[in-house]
């Protein structure tokens, strides 16, 4: 059977952790900042 | 001339930025390559081509578009004259304005065929039909390019007729009203959608018991276990950078085109980068979690090799309604799935029309209104070469040299006007005004020296690899080659006609433009 090995599990989590550490990063900089584009 | 529009909100900004980005790519092209090229160990070289080429284009296609709003610029041509004063600068330009352009005459009828699915999974249209080679019959029967369940093209035709409706009255309404507010409703819409079904795929197990083999566990061992060894191989580094280019729709002028609405101290850097993350938690979170893992639960990982050998649409298209009729509630999973594409698809492809309708309304003085109805019926007549010529490759052809080869040709033009014809030193400057965040010396340099010289790489593998052998018809069947060779003729009669537009606008504008002056 074709199983989800131990680099696996690392390398998925490893991406999936990074890419939503980066969204909320960068929206939670977003929202606690200048919302609204400066007139 | 109308007043040039503004963004409204940051959110509606950057919502527009990432559902430009966000396309069919995410959740069909990127699983694929990935489970294609070592699995997990493809994340390694991804990421490079991310940080080395990606966040840099980014950031120098939002920093090119907002220079050039400052001159009521929003499309290349006129952005590459404010940033280096001469002659040849708005030709090279017109790369930007030809790309966009001739990807929305295919996009469309790509985009409609998801919308035309949504309709059958929610009529149960499909839902008789067993195997993947009569699926295959019904999907290129409903193309028109093949017999089967459909007689003729009125079913594709009529939701060509909607896709292109609606995506004109979101133009027609123009900025903040129409792609703002549209990207606010598509977006999130979208986001749930994709979480839906991501969590759905875990909820599915192992559907046969008789083979507990296939499972969506099978699915992500096959998309993510590592293959070191393949890391040695060049391929898959320039595929992986491939994949990066596609995935963010750098390369197209389109990213130029919105940043052009922003006003002139707006920050760039972390919208930018908000942006760039946003669709790459679509592309590696969802659209990894859908397609290929569900499709390894239901045809093993043997059949899943083949199916996505035999490309991106035939995994969207083909498999996933074989596996919808074989689930409960498989009816409203398939429009969901086939919706989710949808809205992927709209969100770019408006974007597709902006730089266009941009550039006959600041340098022919058309109304919005006006720009907006000569565009849809400029691509609405030659979307019909598509349609009617499918079957011969017309598409194909369009999408390698428009959507595949012109796309690094702009990014390295790109990148060599910002960083080296306007000068790094006023690149870097224009950049970081009014940013958010720091962004870290090292950039400077990647952008002057590592991205032209990575872009300057992919565009000569890509040469040698692809171009030359399509250039050549290789492997073209007889009767397709007058249609390739009138799909050609076609590229080149709309860029030649680009030319001559801007020749005229400048030659009727050009005294115009006196770059010391900012205008917003």
């Known amino acids: 059977m074709n199983e989800l090995t131990i680099e696996g599990i690392i390398f998925v989590s490893l991406a999936w952790s990074s890419v939503t550490a980066l969204v909320v990063f960068c929206f939670w900089k977003v929202m606690r900042g200048k919302r609204e584009l400066k007139k | 001339m109308e007043n040039r529009e503004q963004w409204g909100s940051r959110i509606g900004l950057i919502l527009a930025m990432a559902g430009n980005a966000v396309g069919l790519g995410n959740f069909l092209r990127f699983p694929v390559k990935a489970a294609q090229n070592g699995g997990g160990a493809f994340m390694i070289p991804y990421f490079v081509a991310f940080v080395l080429l990606a966040i840099p284009l980014m950031w120098i296609e939002w920093s090119i578009g907002r220079h050039g709003g400052k001159y009521k610029h929003g499309s290349l041509p006129g952005m590459f004259d404010s940033m280096w004063q001469h002659s040849i600068s708005k030709y090279l330009g017109v790369f930007g304005l030809f790309v966009s352009t001739i990807i929305i005459i295919y996009y469309t009828y790509i985009e409609s065929w998801t919308l035309g699915f949504s ?22 029967s ?46 999130p819409l979208l986001l749930f959608f994709g979480i839906f079904l991501t969590i759905w795929v875990f909820t599915i197990g192992t559907p046969d018991a008789a083979n507990p083999e296939n499972s969506v566990m099978s699915g992500f061992a096959f998309i993510w276990n590592p293959n070191f060894s393949e890391l040695s191989n060049s391929k898959i580094w320039l595929e992986a950078a491939g994949q990066v280019f596609f995935t963010l729709s750098v390369g197209m002028g389109t990213l130029h085109a919105y940043a052009s609405y922003l006003r002139k101290d707006n920050d760039i850097a972390l919208s930018g980068l908000a942006t760039a993350s946003l669709n790459e938690f679509v592309e590696i979170v969802i659209g990894a979690s859908i397609a290929i893992p569900i499709a390894v639960a239901f045809f093993g990982v043997d059949m899943t090799k083949v199916i996505a050998e035999a490309g991106s649409y035939d995994l969207g298209f083909v498999s996933m309604p074989i596996i919808f009729k074989q689930i409960p509630m498989g009816k409203i999973v398939g429009f969901m799935w086939f919706f989710l594409l949808f809205f992927a698809g709209i969100t770019s492809s408006v974007a597709m029309a902006q730089p266009l309708i941009s550039f006959l309304k600041e340098q022919f003085n058309f109304s919005h209104k006006k720009s907006t109805i000569i565009v849809g019926s400029l691509i609405f007549i030659s979307v019909h070469l598509v349609v009617f010529f499918l079957k011969y490759g017309f598409l194909d052809e369009m999408d390698y040299w428009a959507g595949t080869f012109s796309l690094v040709i ?42 032209p010289i990575y872009l300057f790489f992919i565009l000569i593998f890509w040469t040698i690899q692809e171009a030359v052998p399509t250039l050549l018809l290789d492997g073209v069947a007889e009767e397709a080659v007058p249609f390739r060779w009138l799909a050609r003729g076609f590229l080149v009669a709309v860029f030649a006609a680009l030319c001559y537009m801007v020749k005229i606008a400048w030659d009727r504008n050009g005294h115009k433009y006196d770059y010391r002056k900012e205008t917003n």
């Open chain 2, 410 to 451: 702009v990014a390295l033009l790109e990148v060599i006007v910002f960083a080296w014809m306007f000068g790094m030193d006023n690149a870097w400057a224009e950049l970081n005004h009014g940013s958010d965040i720091k962004i870290p010396r090292l950039f400077y340099y990647i952008i002057k020296y590592v991205t």
């Open chain 2, 119 to 140: 309709f059958f999974s929610i009529t149960g249209e499909y839902f008789g039909i067993d195997d993947m080679t009569h699926m295959k019959s019904f999907l290129t």
């Open chain 2, 142 to 187: 409903y193309q028109g390019a093949g017999e089967g369940h459909f007689t003729d093209i009125w079913p594709a035709y009529i939701f060509l007729l909607i896709t292109m409706a609606c995506n004109f009255y979101v133009l027609g309404k123009g900025i903040t009203k129409g792609i703002e507010k549209f990207a606010k409703i598509a977006m």
